[in-house]
């Protein structure tokens, strides 16, 4: 114990700025790699977005609101004249009349104003947990806004015209260059 302590003394008074060996000096000018990911502000690509969705509808004389989930495939090209081409499909629930919507939608859309906005347009099958499903359809506009607002016209069988305003939040699960 003794000798390792004499050891560790002896040690301790070494000068700790000394390095030994000293690190050799650069011959060249360090430099960093290229960079295997594509610069973050080029958002072409393939998308699949996934998220949320919630409005509020007017439909059969009376307001009420859906609540559901979107998912939407969408090839984007921001330099284009058509920035933007796929489709969605969601499902909601209704918050007070019970059963609910299902859609398919084809999305179209360009930049406006330095957003993304764009026109959308499907099929409809409404659910009721006292009728048989109904058909229908609607046209929409949307814009990216980092969630997506939108607003939506259409029409069921046997219920009429409906409007309807909401918002998706739409978000990026994978992206495909």
Known sequence: ???????????????????????????????????????????????????????????????????GADAAVIRIREQAAVAAIGGSLGASRWTVRGGGRIWLDAMVGTRVVGRMAGLSAGPIVELSDFSHPRLGGSIGVWTFIGITPFARLGTVQDLGMFGEVGVHIALPVFKRR
Not at 3 to 14: E, I, M, N
Not at 41 to 46: E, K, N
């Open 1 to 67: 114990m003794i000798t390792a302590l004499l050891v560790l003394t002896g040690r301790s008074k070494a000068d700790p700025t000394t390095t030994v060996p000293d690190v050799p000096p650069r011959k060249t000018i360090p430099r960093v790699g290229p960079s295997g990911f594509p610069p973050s502000w080029d958002l072409d690509g393939l998308y699949l977005w996934l998220g949320p969705s919630a409005a509020a509808s007017h439909v059969d004389t009376e307001w009420d609101s859906t609540i």
